[in-house]
């Protein structure tokens, strides 16, 4: 079955600073791979996704994420952090077996400090 | 715009009660889902919706059933309520990844469940 693994349950950074959150899958092909934000209080905002082609991707609010298919990962980056980025942040995959189920990390709570 | 609606925003249920919750989509998407969130667990898959009338466990179906009857409306059952189910839970819905269609997920607000 396939899974995702978030490693980073809490970074924190300083604004204008560089991020990089971790994400990892399970799974023997090329899956659809997906980041969504969850601001305080709201709901899940799609970030940006790949389903092929071009392995790096560019998403909303100047996020950007690469696919590595030999890393089994898809981590997700931002060259400068504002303070409006402080939410949870999920990396998910689409599996693609004969379903389209969709499984989720444990999230990364990012907090940014002024 | 794509929108998916959860019939309740707030639910306080006692333990025991049946509880019905209820989503709508009004994209024609093929496939809709239920997961439940708690802190530090993310979102975990409850149940999953390919077709009408067709389901699919997901990592914690135990204590819940669903009810896909229409296409745009996906139902989750607590047939008997217990204090463990208290959480967010949350519907999204997304088009079919065959014949590469761009499957991204919508979701609904949530509703939280607080079961006493």
């Known amino acids: 079955a396939q899974s995702v693994t978030q490693p980073d349950i809490h970074i924190t950074v300083s604004e204008g600073a560089s991020l990089e959150l971790r994400c990892n899958y399970s799974?023997?092909?090329?899956?659809?791979l997906f980041w969504y934000v969850q601001s305080p209080g709201q709901g899940l905002q799609l970030l940006l996704k790949?389903?092929?082609?071009?392995?790096l991707v560019q998403g909303i609010k100047g996020f950007e994420a690469e696919f590595k298919r030999s890393q089994s990962s898809f981590n997700l980056r931002k060259p400068s952090v504002h303070w409006s980025d402080a939410a949870e942040y999920f990396c998910?995959?689409?599996?693609?077996?004969?379903?389209?189920?969709?499984?989720f990390g444990t999230g990364t709570r990012l907090q940014v400090f002024p | 715009d794509v929108k998916v609606t959860q019939s309740s925003r707030y639910l306080v249920k006692r333990t025991g009660e049946k509880v019905f919750l209820e989503c709508v989509q009004d994209?024609?998407?093929?496939?809709m889902f239920w997961y439940r969130q708690d802190p530090g667990l993310g979102l975990r898959l409850i149940y999953f919706?390919?077709?009408?009338?067709?389901?699919e466990k997901g990592d914690i179906p135990e204590g819940y059933s669903v009810s896909r009857e229409k296409k745009e409306r996906f139902s989750l059952i607590l047939e008997s309520a217990s204090t463990n189910q208290t959480s967010m839970y949350l519907c999204?819905?997304?088009?079919?990844?065959?014949?590469?269609?761009?499957?991204?997920?919508?979701f609904g607000q949530g509703t939280r469940l607080t079961v006493v």
């Open positions: 999204a819905s997304s088009l079919s990844a065959w014949e590469g269609k761009n499957t991204e997920a919508f």
């Open positions: 799974y023997g092909a090329t899956p659809y």
């Open positions: 790949y389903f092929s082609g071009d392995t």
């Open positions: 998910a995959v689409v599996a693609l077996y004969n379903t389209d189920k969709l499984i």
């Open positions: 994209m024609d998407h093929e496939n």
């Open positions: 919706s390919y077709d009408v009338k067709m389901k």
